[in-house]
């Protein structure tokens, strides 16, 4: 089915097994990352790791040279939001790092993201890694078909920023995704519940909360690319490739392996 309004490209059933396959290799991207982040490691090393990675799994990682993007993966510490430019510094005992990675593998795109704790941090830090990664869930709850991408941002953003007043990041939005890595519709993380695109079952979209612990300003790093919360605050980011479906949405990329991993590190805090 093709939308020529809104450039709507639905996935067959068998689009959607070779995208899950894509992003299910972006998971264990991330778990296999998740294995070696210690303080210490620079997260170039990081990145290089997690480009062979990708490699060896017979994909090409998505990010790399898009848009001019000269990495494999998004590496954001502290008050880096998205799209942290890997870099030479050390991570340190208390960084938060959000990575971000996507790979192409048989024409498809999967994208997904998750933010990891490094030895000890607040309960603030940690509170705020809870309330991200809830308001993912409660946004894929959401993708439904019948419902609309409103219904989605709501969820989000009634979790993050009415009830824990923490600040949704206006300037970078969630998106379709599928040949291409960014595809319509956008898909907010703010929004009024009803409003949108419809959601129609074979929609497949990246649905990635930024939230920040203090206010939702952001502005740009001299790099072009990182974006930074204004207070300096630090900010999260979790993100599943989710597949509309009726009655239940389909997650296509998943954490268990990440989530396993985090907590068999014991230089990550997995306790939040
Ligand atoms: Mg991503
Ligand atoms: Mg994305």
């Known amino acids: 089915m093709f939308d020529f309004f809104k450039m709507i490209h639905y996935k067959t059933s068998s689009e959607v097994e070779i995208m899950r396959e894509s992003a299910l290799l972006v998971s264990k991207t991330l778990a296999a990352v998740a294995e070696m982040l210690r303080p210490g490691i620079s997260t170039l090393e990081v990145d290089a790791f997690a480009e062979q990675f990708i490699l060896d799994h017979g994909a090409i990682p998505s990010f790399k040279n898009y848009k001019g993007f000269p990495f494999t993966c998004c590496i954001s510490v502290n008050d880096a939001v998205v799209h942290g430019f890997p870099s030479d510094r050390k991570l340190q005992n208390g960084d938060l790092v959000s990575v971000d990675a996507g790979v192409f593998k048989n024409g ?54 009415r009830k824990h007043k923490y600040g949704v990041v206006r300037e970078l939005v969630g998106h379709g995704l599928g040949r291409k890595l960014h595809e319509d519709p956008q898909v907010p993380n703010y929004g009024k519940r009803g409003s949108g695109p419809k959601l129609n079952d074979g929609l497949v979209i990246a649905i990635e909360p930024m939230i920040n612990m203090g206010v939702k300003e952001v502005w740009y790093d001299d790099d072009g690319w990182t974006v930074r919360t204004k207070d300096g605050l630090p900010a999260a980011h979790y993100e599943h490739t989710v597949c509309v479906r009726r009655g239940k949405a389909d997650v296509l990329s998943s954490f268990a392996e990440i989530e396993a991993a985090e907590k068999a590190n014991p230089a990550l805090c997995a306790d939040y």
Do not use: P, W
């Not at 946004?139 to 219904?151: F, H, L, M, Q, S």
């Open 108 to 161: 498809y795109h999967g994208d997904s993201a998750y933010t990891f704790a490094i030895g000890e941090v607040s309960d603030e830090v940690k509170k705020l890694m809870r309330v991200t990664k809830d308001a993912l869930q409660l946004g894929v709850e959401k993708a439904i078909a019948g419902n609309r991408v409103g219904d989605i941002s709501f969820a989000v953003q009634d979790h993050a920023e």
